[in-house]
C-alpha cells in the first residue's frame, strides 16, 4: 500500500481544518471511549487503528470508504 493511514487521514484533517485534538473529542464521543491526540497519534504511527476507528473517523470528516477492484479498475 502506497500510502499509510496516518499519512491519510493527518491529509484530510488538513482539508477539513480539523485538529488531531479535535477529532478525538468526537471520536470519543462517537466510540465512548477516551481518545486523546497522543493516543490517537500512537495508533496511526503504529499502524494499530482498527477499522471500525477508521470508518468513524471517516464519517465524522465526512467521507466515505470504499472498495475498488484493482482488477477491473480503469
Do not use: H, P, W
Amino acid at each position: 500500500m502506497s500510502v499509510k493511514a496516518r499519512e491519510q487521514i493527518k491529509s484530510l484533517l488538513a482539508t477539513k481544518n480539523i485538529k488531531m485534538k479535535e477529532l478525538c473529542v468526537l471520536l470519543s464521543e462517537k466510540l465512548n471511549k477516551n481518545y486523546s491526540a497522543t493516543n490517537l497519534s500512537n495508533k496511526l504511527k503504529r499502524g494499530t487503528i482498527s477499522y471500525n476507528e477508521v470508518l468513524v473517523i471517516s464519517e465524522i470528516l465526512g467521507y466515505e470508504i470504499r472498495f475498488v477492484d484493482i482488477e477491473n479498475y480503469n
